[in-house]
């Protein structure tokens, strides 16, 4: 199975600042990666598909990059509203079409 | 608009089943597969299996697999997962998910590749 990591566990920021999480797969997943939000309390949200395609309604504040086995997800100016934590996510296209997700970041302001 | 709405929470005792329901509306059931996704307390994100709400195939995780069904109920949009022999270690908030599918070449000629709608959540309990 492929193995899911990301970098750091939690980081705090202030208000403005750029802030970068980074994902790494244990074995090349191509583009095959998204990356979630989860606010306290509320059910996760896409924000990234394909490791770089902005999700429905998704503030262009937010981006993805990368391929192959190293990804990195960005909020460009942090925004209050920013604190939650974040997934990275890869997806099987052979059975049984798994899902597998990072451990997750939290994000808070400084 | 579109939305998935589940089923309250429940408490269980070891041993015993327990069955979510997630009541899709808004869009066109068929066309989407629909995901279940669970979070065990202070913990991150688990994919369970998928079901395809067109033809019923599913895929289990390996860790559930054997005590999970997943099923639908197209009359209704409804789609249901159930757990049996519970642990209170399947203690846990329970989501559905909307999938996207992506139709391929080859078997199984189509794959998901994102969750984009969640169900509010469903809490189950399980403790004697």
Not at chain 2, 112 to 118: I, P, R
Request: a positive charge; one cysteine or more; aromatic letters at 12%.
């Amino acid at each position: 199975d492929i193995q899911m990591t990301q970098s750091p566990s939690s980081l705090s920021a202030s208000v403005g600042d750029r802030v970068t999480i980074t994902c790494q797969a244990s074995q090349d997943i191509s583009n095959y990666l998204n990356w979630y939000q989860q606010k306290p309390g509320k059910a996760p949200k896409l924000l990234i598909y394909n490791a770089s395609n902005l999700g429905t309604g998704v503030p262009s504040r937010f981006s993805g990059n990368g391929s192959g086995t190293d990804f990195t997800f960005t909020v460009s100016s942090l925004q209050p509203e920013d604190i939650a934590t974040y997934y990275c996510q890869q997806y099987d296209k052979v059975p049984p079409l798994m899902f597998t997700f990072g451990p997750g970041t939290k994000v808070d302001i400084k | 608009q579109v939305q998935l709405v589940q089923s309250g929470a429940e408490v269980k005792r070891p041993g015993a089943s327990v069955k979510v329901s997630c009541r899709a509306s808004g869009y066109t059931f068929i066309n989407y597969g629909i995901g279940w996704v669970r979070q065990a307390p202070g913990q991150g994100l688990e994919w369970m299996g998928w079901i395809n709400t067109y033809n019923t195939n599913t895929n289990y995780a390996q860790k559930v697999q054997g005590r999970v069904t997943m099923t639908t109920d197209t009359s209704t949009s409804t789609a249901y997962m159930e757990l049996r022999s519970l642990r209170s270690d399947d203690t846990a908030v329970y989501y559905c998910a909307r999938g996207l599918l992506r139709v391929q070449g080859s078997h199984p000629y189509y794959y998901y590749y994102a969750m984009d709608v969640w169900g509010q959540g469903t809490t189950v309990t399980v403790s004697s």
